[in-house]
């Protein structure tokens, strides 16, 4: 299928994710009850902020070590110290950004809108490539190799340094998908993808197909109706990842042996987060249901952040952190959910689901405000 009909349909899909998230936020959508004042049970201090432009693009930041990359929506590319906030680089490419951004600490991977896919370090341009489609997932830096995950469901690899292109995987799958970044990450040596509603594991040398295991099934009697993409951000821990199909299921997948361990109906369409015992995600009405990691048995649920549009959850050891559109941000307890903090943000929606990086957790907004925050 070439470049112009994804293009069509991509954003026919977009509209259609458009169309759900009105269904949940528009008129209809009940009024969230106003909070209380919060008494503090968990400090969370903002350490440091600094500006990146404003981001219109599935943004995904990138923590390595001490080094916290990302991007905004005209082409501006930064890597920051994770401790003070500060530039260690940054270089405007002067092109707009569809998917970003990847990195190992070093290089920078991401891709353009006219379907570049372009590969950074230390501020300078090591290389480009032309892509064949689409791309809204970050690429992923790791091993020497440079991944990408392209609208056409094809899997990519690329080397690192000459930008040779090493291989292509593609799948079949339903003909529409969504605008919005999914699955990309490493498990020991194989590479773990979404391809529709399915966990693929590949061989990162070969692209082979080593197992696949699947989240959710397309139903339905047209594309719209069976428009099946897992969404990021996906959870690892040790050798379970789990992920959630757009608007469907969650479930938890041992990428060890490719296996199914579990899933479970729930409705929402950001990506979820977890530590070795919980696995935390929230609803398109605002509910931030728990369930056990290992079997997908239901821990706790909690409606007080109901019919607020939130971001995805980031858990952390002192609570789950996560933001609502109108700039607050929220730390719940993990034994029940209960509001341990919230305060307010400089700026709306975060853009990109909180991320830990060394001693802190960094949160971009759609306006571009970057903020490096602590739990003590």
């Not at 951000?233 to 479930?251: L, N």
């Not at 728990?290 to 909690?302: F, I, P, Q, Y």
Request: contains cysteine; glycine residues 10%; proline residues 5%.
């Amino acid at each position: 299928m070439n470049t112009t009909l994804w293009s069509v349909l991509s954003k026919l899909a977009l509209l259609s994710l458009l169309a759900g998230l009105m269904a949940c936020s528009g008129s209809s959508r009940p009024k969230p009850d106003d909070i209380p004042s919060v008494p503090v049970l968990q400090d969370v201090r903002i350490r440091w902020t600094a500006q990146i432009g404003a981001v219109d693009f599935p943004l995904v930041v990138s923590a390595r070590a001490d080094r916290v990359a990302l991007a905004n929506s005209q082409g501006l590319v930064a890597m920051l110290s994770a401790q003070t906030g500060q530039d260690i680089w940054r270089l405007n490419l002067n092109q707009s950004i569809a998917a970003g951004v990847g990195s190992d600490g070093q290089q920078v991977a991401l891709v353009t809108r006219d379907n570049q896919l372009v590969v950074l370090q230390e501020g300078k341009v090591l290389w480009r490539q032309v892509l064949s489609a689409q791309s809204f997932t970050a690429p992923l830096v790791a091993g020497g190799r440079v991944f990408v995950l392209t609208a056409d469901r094809s899997v990519l690899a690329f080397d690192a340094v000459s930008g040779t292109k090493l291989w292509t995987q593609q799948r079949p799958g339903e003909p529409l998908v969504l605008k919005q970044a999914g699955v990309l990450l490493p498990f020991k040596n194989t590479l773990v993808v979404g391809l529709s509603g399915r966990l693929t594991g590949l061989d990162p040398n070969t692209g082979s197909i080593r197992w696949e295991s699947a989240i959710a099934t397309p139903r339905g009697t047209n594309d719209m109706e069976r428009l099946v993409d897992l969404v990021g951000p996906a959870d690892r821990i040790g050798e379970v990842v789990c992920a959630r199909a757009f608007q469907s299921q969650i479930g938890c997948v041992n990428a060890e042996r490719g296996q199914s361990m579990w899933t479970r109906a729930s409705i929402g369409e950001r990506g979820v987060s977890g530590n070795d015992t919980q696995l935390i995600a929230a609803m398109s009405n605002g509910v931030v249901q728990a369930w056990k990691r290992s079997n997908g048995e239901r821990l706790w649920d909690t409606e007080r952040l109901k019919y607020r549009e939130l971001s995805a959850p980031l858990v952390t050891p002192r609570g789950v952190l996560l933001a609502d559109s109108g700039g607050w941000l929220y730390l719940l307890s993990l034994a029940d959910g209960a509001l341990l903090n919230r305060i307010k943000l400089d700026g709306n929606e975060l853009a990109s689901a909180p991320v830990p990086a060394g001693a802190h957790y960094v949160l971009v907004t759609r306006e571009g405000r970057v903020m490096g925050l602590q739990i003590p």
